[in-house]
């Protein structure tokens, strides 16, 4: 069964970082793209980045570029969210999620195959 369990969410100053990982399980990042997604209270979750398969190439929203990096560690099936200048606006509910393809990789809701449960991320003014 595949699984992805998103972690190290928490409380944060603005200004303050966090990482965040993606645990997997049951499937190889040769073939699986990982991207990241988020909610903010009240509002649709919001794709922002991923990592590709193979290469592990990596592609961002600009709202998140340059703060944020995705990276991956093949041999622990984790990938990570590393964000740095958090502000409050970052609030939401964090989730990783797989998709099936090569090449450049897409984080649209529509087109993962497996999703995390999610992770809170509170960034307090």
């Known amino acids: 069964e595949v699984q992805l369990v998103e972690s190290g969410g928490g409380l944060v100053q603005a200004g303050g970082s966090l990482n965040l990982s993606c645990a997997v399980s049951?499937?190889?990042?040769?073939?699986?793209?990982i991207g990241w997604f988020r909610q903010p209270p009240g509002r649709e979750r919001e794709g922002f980045g991923c990592?590709?398969?193979?290469?592990?190439?990596?592609y961002y929203e600009d709202f998140v570029k340059g703060r944020f990096t995705i990276s991956r560690d093949t041999a622990k099936n984790t990938v990570y969210l590393v964000m740095n200048s958090l502000e409050p606006e970052d609030t939401a509910v964090y989730y990783c999620?797989?998709?099936?393809?090569?090449?450049?990789?897409?984080?649209?809701?529509?087109?993962?195959?497996?999703w995390g449960k999610g992770t809170q991320v509170t960034v307090s003014s």
């Open positions: 999620a797989a998709q099936f393809t090569y090449g450049r990789c897409d984080y649209g809701n529509d087109v993962m195959d497996f």
């Open positions: 049951e499937l190889t990042f040769n073939d699986y793209a």
């Open positions: 990592i590709s398969s193979g290469v592990g190439q990596t």
